[in-house]
């Protein structure tokens, strides 16, 4: 009789359940439009956040670093997490302020003499397409008349977004105050985080133990998401170092081949080169723009550098540095960046790579456990054949 009425308990119960399950979907479903601006609120509202607890993980060890030291001080050992944490956010300043205080003055040397001497080149440009269009007339109709259409089209695009695109600029300008103070507020967090960071990681295994009973599966979540540490925190420092290496090569080639805007190409390929796989090309794309206003035959030069260059980054530099980080082959590393590019943007295409890579781990477990199950083998390698000829074959590892 207790079996029956603890069954049909556990009845009531799931169908309560599903009944309220279908009713929140069907809720969300007819006020799609309002949740997803209630989401936008959400995420505009925790963007500090986010960006606090990156800034704490990639300062992380730096501060752990910093703590060792200073706890070999006697007098100093009490207060060793503060002054690590204090030290690290002064480190990362310092990073930030000894860049733009060594890069800027050039960039900007190199950004006026681009603007002194634009017109110039496009000047120099446009008298030997007046040479060579006066030399053939058919050609030289056809160009007048894509100029008269750029012409008109540009007209007509002034007259309907000047308004709206001085409106644009006037709230960037604003945006720019909302930016300053969410970065003071991301600080705040990350030195939260990093003054707290065991408790904060002890809340969350605790809320695991909460919810999950079972400890297999808790132990699985925990190694994993060490592993998960260990594929982020392997791809930034070594993506980082990588891309450092790549501008130093490219500032140094440069300026043997002497090339125009040495110091801002080589900045842009170095911080394009984030970028898995297509960052140097990425960034060469405008390089080439800047140096083929001077001179054709250097961007030619340029170009052919820049291919030689990626395949000796994606060839030598690239797999000594980061070595086993994220164990994705060619093809998973294009999946990655077109898959979270397209959902995350510039952003998806640099964190894309370990994020895929933490999946692949996880669907890897799961694959090989399934195989263990039953008795078949988990190398890769015990699979590779002919899909023709295994259709009819008995499966691998069973009789």
Known sequence: MKTDKKFFVWLGVTIFGSLGAAAALYFLLQRFDEMRAFWRVVTSALRPVVVGGALAYLLCPVAKFLERQFRRVKFLSPIARLLSVLFSVIFAFGVVGL????????????????????PKMLEGQLTRLGTYLESDNETAGAVMQMVSSVEISLAGWIKSNLFSTVSTLAGSVLSVGSAL???????IVAVYLLL????????LKKLLYAVSRNGRFNRI?????????????GFISGKLLDSLIVGVICFLCLTVLKMPYVLLVS????????????????????SAFLILL???????????????????????IGPRILGNSTGLSALYVTVAMLLFGKLMGFVGMIVGVPLFAT????????????????????DTLEYVGDMGETEAEEEPGQE
């Open 359 to 378: 999946l692949y781990y996880i669907i890897k477990r799961l694959a090989e456990y399934s195989l263990r199950q039953r008795d078949m083998p988990v």
């Open 267 to 286: 900045v842009i390929v170095g911080v394009t080169n984030i970028i898995p796989m297509f960052g140097p090309f990425i960034g060469a794309v405008p």
């Open 99 to 118: 860049f733009c205080a060594l890069i800027l003055p050039q960039l900007t040397g190199s950004i006026k003499g681009l603007v002194t001497d634009l």
């Open 181 to 187: 103070v969410n970065l003071v507020v991301s600080v």
């Open 294 to 316: 001077v001179s054709p035959a250097k961007c030619l030069v340029f170009l052919i550098f820049i291919v030689a260059l990626q395949q000796v980054d994606g060839n030598i």
């Open 196 to 203: 707290d960071r065991e408790r904060y990681l002890a809340q």
């Open 221 to 233: 979540v925990l190694e994993t998401a060490r592993q998960t540490n260990q594929i982020f925190s």
